[in-house]
């Protein structure tokens, strides 16, 4: 629902509410090992492994990452409430596999680029939040790269668009026992506004 708060607030407004949300989210990206590929439009894209990590360690990253924004996303919108009178909400979509990743473009314009079949997964994946009312999903793919992570999921499917049948979803709802790295990540932010004290 973020076109009609766009279309009912200042573009001063829309930059600063977008900046903080970029800010809360991409906090989650980068400090589990990722890195910020794009925005497009509200959206932000993270990618995991581009540094040749271990498959197990970077979907664990990406899985830590999705609930770190979640819980990001909660914090933001206790100050978006009282400040606005809204709330944002995301639907967040991991997916592995090989892509290629280098400096594309025109020779006056090159820019940092992937492509491959992995991100238009993950992408398709994303907006199947809207439609099975998630928050976070993840291709089974994926969460078969961390068998020992003590992830709470629930598993259903879905028929993603541009697929040809069902494709096998891992709804992450949080982590089973206490995760210190999430937890580390969760109260920085705190320690941070407070760097002076600290």
Do not use: W
């Not at 197990?56 to 606005?84: P, T």
């Amino acid at each position: 629902d973020f076109t009609p708060f766009v279309e009912a607030h200042l573009a001063f407004d829309v930059v600063h509410i977008l900046n903080r949300f970029f800010k809360a989210v991409g906090d989650a990206i980068l400090v589990n090992n990722g890195v910020i590929y794009q925005y497009v439009g509200d959206q932000i894209v993270g990618l995991f492994g581009v540094g040749g990590d271990a498959p197990e360690k970077s979907c664990l990253d990406s899985i830590r990452a999705g609930l770190g924004m979640l819980a990001a996303l909660d914090d933001l919108n206790a100050q978006l409430s009282d400040e606005f009178a809204t709330t944002l909400d995301v639907g967040i979509g991991a997916h592995v596999g090989p892509l290629i990743v280098g400096m594309m473009g025109h020779p006056d314009h090159r820019q940092f680029t992937v492509v491959g079949d992995a991100i238009n997964i993950a992408s398709r994946i994303q907006d199947t939040n809207k439609t099975l009312g998630t928050r976070f999903l993840l291709s089974q793919t994926l969460f078969d790269q961390v068998p020992h992570a003590p992830v709470q999921v629930r598993k259903t499917q879905a028929v993603l668009k541009g697929r040809h049948g069902a494709f096998q979803l891992v709804e992450a709802i949080g982590f089973a026992t206490p995760d210190s790295a999430l937890l580390l990540q969760s109260t920085i932010g705190v320690l941070m506004q407070h760097q002076q004290r600290f």
